[in-house]
């Protein structure tokens, strides 16, 4: 099972840009669909993207969709987020998330085997 450290968050103003890291280690990354969800205090987790093993199919929240793009470096073990557009209500600790089934359309919680323990992105207004 793959191990998940996301880094990249911090303090931006509203309309600004973070891009999130995932790395992951093992070498049987490439076999699993990635995700990156998102939690805001006081609120569930929330899935936020998803992309496939090979990186050309991706899927998005309505809320994210336009504004956020997930890719994936299967040669260096990452999964990114490039968040453009911020707004204050996407301020949330961030977690990265791996399937070994491969099912990278799924957005449930428990659809996902593995969890970073998740970095925080503030968007100020």
């Known amino acids: 099972q793959v191990q998940l450290v996301e880094s990249g968050g911090g303090l931006v103003q509203a309309g600004g840009s973070l891009r999130l890291s995932c790395a992951a280690s093992g070498r049987t990354f490439s076999s699993y669909a990635m995700a990156w969800f998102r939690q805001a205090p006081g609120k569930e987790r929330d899935y936020v993207a998803s992309?496939?093993?090979?990186?050309?199919?991706?899927n998005y929240a309505d809320s994210v969709k336009g504004r956020f793009t997930i890719s994936r470096d299967n040669a260096k073990n990452t999964v990114y987020l490039q968040m453009n557009s911020l707004k204050p209500e996407d301020t949330a600790v961030y977690y990265c998330a791996a399937a070994n089934n491969g099912r990278y359309y799924l957005r449930g919680l428990t659809d996902y085997d593995a969890w970073g323990q998740g970095t925080q992105v503030t968007v100020s207004s």
């Open positions: 992309i496939s093993t090979s990186g050309i199919t991706t």
